[in-house]
C-alpha cells in the first residue's frame, strides 16, 4: 500500500513544483519589465541623444570613437587617464561616411534565425542553359 501511496505522492510533488516554478516564471518577468522601465541603463526606446557611430581599438586600452550627441559629431579618445574630445567633426560629412545599416539587435537575430529554421528548404534551380528542353 505504500506503493501507491508513495507514486501519487510522486506526481502531486511534480505538478506542484511545475506550477511554482510557472509562477516563479511570471513574477521575474513582469518584475523585470517593470524594473527594467525605472532603472533603463541602456537606450530608451526613441532616446536618440548620444550614438556611438563607428569605434577603432587603438591598443588594448585606447580606442577612438565617432559619437554624436544632439546633432553634434565628435571625436572621442579614450585611455587610462579617461575620456577626451579630440574634434568636433561635420555632422553632414559624417553620415554620408557612415555605415548605413546599423547593426541587428539580438532579438532581430533569433527572429530571423527562427524564421530562416522555419522556411521550406528552396529547391535546387537547374542552370545548365537548357531553357528548350533540346538535348
Known amino acids: 500500500m505504500t506503493g501507491s501511496g508513495a507514486a501519487a505522492s510522486y506526481g502531486d510533488l511534480l505538478i506542484t513544483s511545475i506550477v ?3 509562477i ?3 513574477v521575474a518577468f513582469a518584475t523585470v519589465k517593470l524594473v ?7 537606450r530608451t526606446r526613441g532616446a536618440h541623444l548620444l550614438d556611438v557611430i563607428a569605434r577603432v581599438p587603438l ?3 585606447r580606442s577612438l570613437y565617432v559619437v554624436d550627441v544632439a546633432g553634434k559629431s565628435l571625436l572621442v579618445g579614450t585611455s587610462e587617464m579617461g575620456l577626451s574630445v579630440l574634434a568636433e567633426l561635420d555632422p553632414a560629412e559624417v553620415k554620408a ?8 539587435t539580438f532579438a532581430e537575430l533569433v ?3 527562427l524564421a530562416r529554421r522555419k ?3 528552396s529547391p535546387p534551380s537547374s542552370n545548365d542553359g537548357s531553357d528548350s528542353g533540346a538535348s
Open 24 to 26: 516563479v516564471c511570471v
Open 111 to 113: 527572429r530571423n534565425a
Open 20 to 22: 511554482v516554478l510557472a
Open 97 to 104: 561616411r557612415a555605415p548605413s545599416s546599423a547593426r541587428p
Open 59 to 61: 591598443e588594448p586600452r
Open 119 to 121: 522556411a521550406p528548404p
Open 36 to 42: 527594467g522601465r525605472f532603472l533603463a541603463t541602456g
